[in-house]
């Protein structure tokens, strides 16, 4: 009996451990996303979110963006640093709520942070898909586009997690 | 030893700056400015000689998209000669000090096409090998934020939203309790009067201050005598109000109920089915403490306490009572009267 109600706990701080390190990657992919200006890459140009690098001369240069529809800009970096603000929050709300919940709750208030994350996360790659660099065929989508999507994907499971997931009753 | 010395910082002194010396030029990467407004264009040097009398700095302008440039501005032997033919006419002035090594020059009232590059070339004599460093200009109609007035509104408005419905959710909640809990006194203690006043008899005092007297004087006996109020009520099935006084009748009537059932179990020691029991009452006390604590501390036997149900169950059931309690009204009504 005592074996088995060791290996249960065991197995309950695996998962936790496991969604702790899942939502700290989560956090700093999304920062990357947001922080690194490499949305569209060329063979000289890494730009966007919040400025562009030109390399001339094999010197990368760091100047403004230019000619872009000011309000879609703006509200992709919005978002995304919306996303970031509330997936930081929603690991700390999900540590506060690991000691405060009453046992045999969901931890929703978390749940929601991190839906609303994801939302964002999701506005901010679709307004960036469909308005910006629409009609270029020069170039391509660059590590920070893929890496938005990719902390979507997670944001979204890590949501699903905490809605699902109840604090253990004895 | 002297001459030696005196030899050897010669040579170093010839061979060092020989090495090094090229001078550096300093300019901004970039400049952005208004239409209509003065623009500062700094340009500075670094060298390793001292400033001679006879230092030069020179500007050049070249235009977006063309390839000639053509000279604006020469400073030499301790006069500066600003453009009084080309684009600039009447336009640049220079605001350096040649003495601080610094050769800026100020350009007023911009327009669209003084957008280009400016390039900046300082000679030091006998230090004259150098890299002309250039700046950009770029001139524009609004100054462009990068980081705009929209991001900044839609991350405010988000984020202010957020902490809104956090506090109306606490408030409410608070609201709520306070409702269901004053509701739930004036109920009762109707009742709880009406009684009362069957046993008295009739007759109110009609001066004033004999009224007062004898409102204050019931409200001492009603300190000392059980509250005409219901102590416990539901909120939710998650949450119940208790107020100060229930808490410390339940933990006095479990510790009670946790002594007899530790004289209990010793009596029936020899009988192995109670044994299982027993070390229930010591994982029990301390919860027990930890109400008693809370009891203690409220000052006035209205505060209201709210318990989450669950473990206050567990708390007295596990204390005494061999089955779950079912009404707490009724338990504390047997309780105190």
């Not at chain 2, 029936?268 to 070390?279: G, K, N």
């Not at chain 2, 000052?299 to 204390?319: A, D, G, H, N, W």
Request: contains cysteine; aromatic residues 10%.
């Amino acid at each position: 009996m005592k074996l088995m109600a060791e290996r249960f706990q065991k197995a309950t701080m695996l998962v936790l451990a496991g969604i702790i390190v899942l939502h700290i990657t989560t956090i700093i992919l999304l920062l990357v996303a947001t922080i690194d200006n490499a949305w569209w890459i060329t063979d000289s140009v890494s730009t966007d979110l919040w400025g562009r690098w030109e390399l001339t001369k094999s010197v990368w240069h760091y100047t403004n963006l230019e000619n872009y529809p000011e309000e879609y800009l703006q509200t992709v970096q919005a978002t995304s640093v919306l996303a970031c603000i509330f997936a930081i929050l929603a690991l700390f709300v999900f540590v506060a709520q690991l000691f405060t919940l009453p046992k045999g709750q969901r931890f929703t208030f978390t749940g929601i942070l991190q839906l609303i994350a994801c939302l964002c996360i999701m506005i901010a790659a679709s307004i960036y898909t469909a308005e910006l660099h629409a009609n270029e065929t020069l170039g391509g989508y660059g590590h920070s586009y893929v890496l938005a999507w990719i902390s979507f994907v997670f944001t979204f499971l890590l949501a699903v997690t905490y809605l699902i997931l109840r604090k253990k009753s004895e | 030893m002297l001459t030696f010395l005196a030899l050897a910082s010669v040579v170093l002194l010839g061979i060092v700056p020989e090495q090094s010396q090229a001078i550096v030029i300093y300019t901004g990467w970039e400049r952005h400015a208004l239409v209509g407004s003065d623009i500062r264009l700094s340009c500075s040097f670094f060298s390793w000689r001292w400033t001679s009398e006879d230092v030069t700095f020179s500007w050049t302008y070249r235009p977006d998209g063309s390839r000639d440039s053509i000279s604006i501005f020469h400073y030499t032997g301790g006069a500066p000669y600003v453009d009084n033919k080309g684009p600039f006419r009447d336009r640049v002035e220079f605001v350096g000090n040649p003495g601080r090594r610094d050769g800026s020059i100020l350009i007023k009232n911009l327009d669209f096409n003084d957008n280009g590059t400016f390039t900046c070339d300082a000679k030091n004599p006998p230090d004259i090998v150098g890299r002309p460093s250039s700046v950009r200009l770029l001139v524009f109609e609004k100054v462009p934020i990068q980081a705009g007035v929209i991001t900044g509104a839609i991350i405010g408005s988000v984020l202010g939203l957020l902490v809104l419905i956090v506090v109306i959710y606490y408030l409410m909640r608070f609201l709520v309790a306070r409702r269901v809990f004053s509701l739930s006194v004036s109920k009762h203690g109707k009742k709880k009067k009406e009684g009362s006043q069957q046993r008295q008899g009739p007759a109110p005092p009609a001066d004033p201050s004999k009224v007062k007297a004898s409102v204050s004087e019931k409200k001492k006996q009603d300190l000392t005598q059980p509250p005409l109020f219901p102590i416990i009520s539901t909120l939710s099935r998650q949450h119940w109000l208790i107020s100060s006084e229930a808490l410390y009748v339940c933990a006095h009537r479990g510790k009670r109920y946790a002594q007899e059932y530790k004289r209990e179990s010793l009596t029936y020691a020899h009988q192995p089915a109670r044994l299982d029991e027993s070390p229930r009452t010591e994982r029990c006390c301390p919860s027990m403490s930890d109400l008693m604590r809370k009891a203690k501390y409220k000052k006035s036997p209205t505060q209201i306490t709210q318990v989450k149900s669950k473990r206050f169950l567990e708390i007295c059931c596990k204390i005494g009572q061999k089955q779950p309690v079912k009404s707490w009204k009724r338990l504390y009504r047997d309780t105190v009267t």
